[in-house]
């Protein structure tokens, strides 16, 4: 079932979320729902904030060449184990702030623990638009978004345009 996605400015995106203790059916579901509105949305990552829920789960498929089987990924307490010096530029955009793009720069590679939905533990290292992408959702989880790394000046015309597509489309749906 898709979930409504919250957009910028939203007191919740701001907020910490609470690590997972138990893997329940409900938060399977919440990761499968979230799957079906990264998709749908289109986009490549979503964490649980952005739909919500204050619970540390994201999920990602960074496969985007036509014809490559998708790659679905929903982790549950993420977290960067090491990351490298050598870094990527990467024009970012985010579900919860439509239609803005900035570049940000992050480390290039990382390497990411969570676990899956089975219950499992993982480690893998991710590169490129995996890593970026992974970073940008696990920043969700700490309040962070992608204009935070950006300079006040260009954080804030990004906030003023998000007000107002945020008020255009409240007006849509009344
Ligand atoms: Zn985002």
Redesign the pocket.
Known sequence: MKRPILLHPDPRLKKASAPVADLTDELRTLADDMLETMYDAPGI???AP?VGVLSRLIVLDCVKEEGELPQPMAMFNPEIVASSDETNVYE??????PEQFADVTRPKLVQVRWIDRDGNAQEQEMDGLWATCVQ??I??LDGK??IDYLGPMKRQLITRKAVKLKKERAREKA
Do not use: K, P
Request: charged share 20%; with cysteine; proline share 0%.
């Open positions: 990552g979503l964490a952005q970012e955009g985010c579900l919860s702030i940008h959702e920043d969700h978004l992608f």
